[in-house]
Structure formats: C-alpha cells, structure tokens
C-alpha cells in the first residue's frame, strides 16, 4: 500500500508504524506497535497527517479508526464496531443470514453441550471456528463428530486461541475454489470488484503446513464479469446495506473470502470470512492493478463521496512469489543478508517487503514471510515467468518458496480446500 501511495502526486510526505528495510526507502518509519492506540493517535497529530491508512485487523477492532475521527483526521479504514465483521465470526455471519446473504449453515455455541447438538443435526464433516481474531489459526477442519469435539476442546477448555476462542462457531464444510475480492467503500457507495487468489499451504501441489500465505495472483480465469455482477449484488451491496441500517456504515476496502460452489457454468459463491483490509499476500497482486490516485479514493472512503471518484483497475495479471525462511511457519533464524534485491530483473518485476530490516549493509530478515517477488503482464503466465525470473537473482540464508505459484495447474482453484 505504502509502495502505490508513494506514487500519487497528492503525497507530500509519509510515515509508516513499525515498518520494514523496503518502506525505510519510501516513508520515515518510527516504532509504535499497532496495538498502541494512543500512540499513533498523538504520531497522527504530531505530524499533523491529512490521512491516516491502517493496514492491519487488529488496531481497527480495538478503535483506532474511532479515535481519529475524534480528533478530526480522516482514517481509510472502518470503526471499531464495523471491523467485528472480521473481529467475530458470529457477528458476521448473523449479519449475513440478516441479509440473505449466502454462506454455510451455522451454530455459534459456548460449550460442549451445544456443539453436540449441532453435531447430532449436522454429523458429516464440519469446520471449527474461534469466534475472534487469531491471526489466521483459528480455523480447524473436521471430518466426524470426535473431531469436531475435540476441536471444541482445543477452543473452549484448552484456549488455544486465547479469548478469541471463548465462542466457537460449527460451519458446514464447503468445498470449492477460494477466491478472495476486494472492494472499497465509503459506507454507501463501492468501487467496481477486483478478485485474487491465494496459496496458504507452505509446499508445492498445496501440501504441508498452513501459513500467512506463500503467494497470490490477480485476475484468475474463472473471474468474469458475470460473476463480479453476481458477487456485488448478491454480497457486496447487501452487506454494505445491513451494516449502513445498523448504524455502523462499513468505510474502507470490504474483503471477501469466498467459496465457489456449484459449477463453472453455475456458480454459488459462498462467504467463507470477511475481513476488514486488504489481505496479504494479495495486496501484492492488487495495487499494482489499482489505476487511479490511491489517496484521493481512500480520502474519497473517508468522507464518503466516493461516488464522485472514479475507481479503475488495470486489466493485467500479476503473480506474487513469498519467499519465506527456512523453518517457517515453525521456528526459523533470522538476521540473514539479503543480496540481489538491486538487480534488474524483466519489466513489470517489484519486490515487496514483509519480515526484513536495515542491517549494517543493507536489508538482512527478520521474519518468517521475508519478501514478495512479484510479476505482471499480459497472462498469468508471462506474469509468472516474470516474478520466477527477478526471484531467481534475490537470496538470503535458507530461503524457502513455492515453485508453482500462478501455474495453469492451479488458475481456477489456487487455495481450495480440496
Ligand atoms: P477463514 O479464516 O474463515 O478464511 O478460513 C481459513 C481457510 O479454512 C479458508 O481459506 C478455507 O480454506 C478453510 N475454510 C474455512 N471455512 C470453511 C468451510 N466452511 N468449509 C470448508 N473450508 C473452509
Ligand atoms: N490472504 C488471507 C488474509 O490476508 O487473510
């Protein structure tokens, strides 16, 4: 995001929370963890930003958004009370029973007593949820009852997702492509959709471990307009409609994490998950797509007259490759010297930077998710051997990534469940 913001002619400076080596070169970054709210509200108003854009969930399920609205400077991103549509699965999901908007059967329960009664209605597999934020784990798939109790467990008596498992939420299990689509908002009005796929498992063929994401592409094949139509009036609109009459207006991008069931030719997309941000690794694969001035369409969601901005999308494809450390998502070092982040690589390549930092001589890692190599073209395809071509020049230390990202073998259901 910082990456697109830096090129609008609308920026005259930016700062960026926490940060990493590759926004070090676009922004002054200073350290202010994103759960101190007060703390980026006084950075907000020290350096008196026009606009303050929030990446992440999780300051915006604590408020951030409300308390710089109180201090009178615009935030992209929703309130506190409309981030719960990523913040508690439960919220989400009555919210789009409310609103006809299709998504599995559910219970939302808080012990083993009605998990069973559930189950006894429902015993084919199920999908285990804790209701809160928790950072991408909190999902568990079950194929019988004794699974699903002992899933049950894992939340309820084991905590193993802390209070965000305080409530479980029984799914139906779905199976399908997964695509997720991305919207903004200004609590009234959305920009026209943009589709993406992701890849959570760490190893090729979508085997081995889930992680924050391996890699992404924009644009997937099975993307029509019919079913961009499909999704915005069947899902989008009425969602921004329940939140609007609850008197909590969604502001901000509205991901969609959904499944498509049915067939090519007769699709039924089904939410999956909401999220309240632009998802990563697909934030890659999308702002490079994004054709109009990033901040006068966030300003635009902050004021809600996005209605007077026009939002384009290029129509290219872009592949994004994670390169991640060895050992990841388990334990991994870090502190390795990145090398070959200054090469040339073909045209339409950028490196994005997730774990990384400024060493003494130049970006070393620091996390588990080190870069994003990415590529773009025509198809799918020159877009991949792009991204594997500029790849093939970085290192560091036990580098580790996937070599199938955005193979024909995986256009129409990169992250299935299947
Ligand atoms: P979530 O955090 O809700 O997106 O879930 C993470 C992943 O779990 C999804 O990307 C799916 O692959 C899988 N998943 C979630 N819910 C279901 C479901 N109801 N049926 C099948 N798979 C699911
Ligand atoms: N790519 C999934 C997420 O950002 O939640």
Request: with cysteine.
């Amino acid at each position: 995001m910082g990456w697109r913001i830096n090129q609008s002619p609308n920026l005259t400076k930016m700062w960026v929370a926490g940060g990493n080596a590759g926004t070090a070169a676009l922004a002054e970054n200073f350290n202010i963890r994103s759960s101190d709210i007060d703390g980026l509200v006084s950075k907000a108003s020290e350096v008196k930003a026009d606009l303050v854009v929030v990446g992440p969930e999780a300051p915006l399920a604590l408020g951030l958004a409300d308390r710089l609205y109180e201090v009178g400077i615009p935030v992209f991103g929703p309130s506190r009370a409309a981030a719960q549509i990523e913040a508690s699965k439960g919220f989400a999901l009555t919210l789009m029973k409310e609103a006809g908007v299709p998504c599995p059967d559910f219970a939302s329960v808080r012990d083993q007593a009605g998990a069973r009664s559930y189950i006894k209605k429902h015993p084919g597999p199920l999908v285990v949820k804790a209701d809160g934020l928790a950072a991408g784990k909190g999902v568990l798939l079950c194929e019988d009852s004794e699974q699903v109790s002992e899933a049950v467990k894992l939340c309820l008596t084991d905590r193993a997702f802390g209070d965000a498992g305080e409530t479980v939420i029984l799914e139906e299990y779905l199976s399908g492509p997964e695509v997720s689509v991305f919207a903004f908002s200004d609590g009234q009005n959305l920009s026209p959709l943009v589709a993406a796929c992701d890849y959570k498992r760490l190893g090729d063929g979508n085997i081995g471990p889930n992680t924050g994401g391996m890699g992404s592409f924009s644009g997937p094949e099975f993307w029509t307009p019919e079913l961009a139509d499909q999704v915005e009036k069947s899902i989008m609109y009425p969602v921004l409609q329940a939140m609007a009459q609850r008197g909590t207006p969604y502001k901000g991008v509205l991901y969609a994490g959904l499944m498509l069931t049915g067939t090519p030719s007769d699709w039924k997309p089904k939410v999956l998950e909401f999220n309240c941000r632009l998802g990563d690794p697909e934030t890659q694969v999308v702002m490079p797509l994004l054709a109009s001035d990033p901040l006068d369409l966030m300003l635009a969601c902050a004021e809600g007259n996005l209605n007077e901005t026009q939002v384009r999308w290029n129509n290219k494809n872009y592949v994004g490759v994670v390169m991640v450390s060895g050992g990841y998502p388990e334990d991994y070092q870090t502190g390795f010297e990145i090398s070959g982040l200054d090469c040339d690589g073909p045209e339409d390549t950028m490196v994005f930077h997730s774990g990384t930092q400024l060493g003494d001589g130049g970006p070393i890692t620091a996390g588990g998710r080190v870069l994003t190599v990415v590529g773009g073209g025509d198809t799918t395809e020159q877009a991949r051997i792009r991204a594997y071509s500029r790849l093939e020049n970085i290192n560091f230390e036990g580098a580790v990534w996937r070599r199938d990202i955005g193979s024909s073998a995986h256009l129409g259901a990169a992250g299935s469940s299947k």
